[in-house]
């Protein structure tokens, strides 16, 4: 996989899982900068777990990965 595969997940990961959790602390009657910091703390352990995941089962079973790329060449 490439690394502009990899950074786009981290992305996508980051601002998904930032978003939903800044909008549940907010909501649960937090200030904003409280929800802000427990956001950007919780969003980057979520997209490293999530990351690392992702990397395990891929490197178990490289077929998929391998036949994914040969379809777009």
Do not use: D, H
Request: aromatic share 16%; glycine share 0%; hydrophobic share 50%.
């Amino acid at each position: 996989m490439s690394k502009k595969f990899w950074i786009k997940r981290l992305l996508l990961a980051l601002v998904v899982s930032f978003v939903v959790i800044f909008t549940a602390q907010y909501f649960k009657s937090n200030n904003l900068s409280y929800s802000f910091i427990q956001a950007a703390l919780w969003s980057v352990i979520t997209s490293a777990v999530y990351l690392l995941v992702l990397w395990n089962k891929l490197r178990k079973n490289p077929s998929c990965a391998i036949k994914s790329q040969e379809e777009k060449s």
